[in-house]
Nanobody, 120 residues
Framework: QVQLVESGGGLVQAGGSLRLACAASGNIFKINLMAWHRQAPGKQRDLVASIIGDTEANYVDSVKGRFTISRDNAKNTVYLQMNTPKPEDTGVYYC??????????????WGQGTQVTVSS
């Protein structure tokens, strides 16, 4: 079993900055992908950014140039640096991780979510 715990959410002014973190723990052999998803009020959960390995990062168009995803493999932690956030970035941010456990079984785990509110 793999647990993900997010931190760093809160209230931020538009144009400011905020950094989210998500630490994975438990029965982990290898983490392949780590990602951040966002669910705005009344909307479905959508992918914001993902990273495979150390450098293969992908972003939804609306956050390109403003958000940066990175990971620390030694700590099994993924970060989302949110620069110049906009009110439309408001939502619950969920961390997601896919990989192999020590029995070489695949896992796909989710965190509990952290609220980000961007004020105008």
């Amino acid at each position: 079993q793999v647990q993900l715990v997010e931190s760093g959410g809160g209230l931020v002014q538009a144009g400011g900055s905020l950094r989210l973190a998500c630490a994975a723990s438990g029965n982990i052999f290898k983490i392949n992908l780590m990602a951040w998803h966002r669910q705005a009020p009344g909307k479905q959960r959508d992918l914001v950014a993902s990273i495979i390995g150390d450098t293969e990062a992908n972003y939804v168009d609306s956050v390109k140039g403003r958000f940066t995803i990175s990971r620390d493999n030694a700590k099994n932690t993924v970060y989302l640096q949110m620069n110049t956030p906009k009110p439309e970035d408001t939502g619950v941010y969920y961390c997601n991780s896919e990989g192999l456990d020590r029995m070489l079984r695949g896992f796909d785990s989710w965190g509990q979510g952290t609220q980000v509110t961007v004020s105008s």
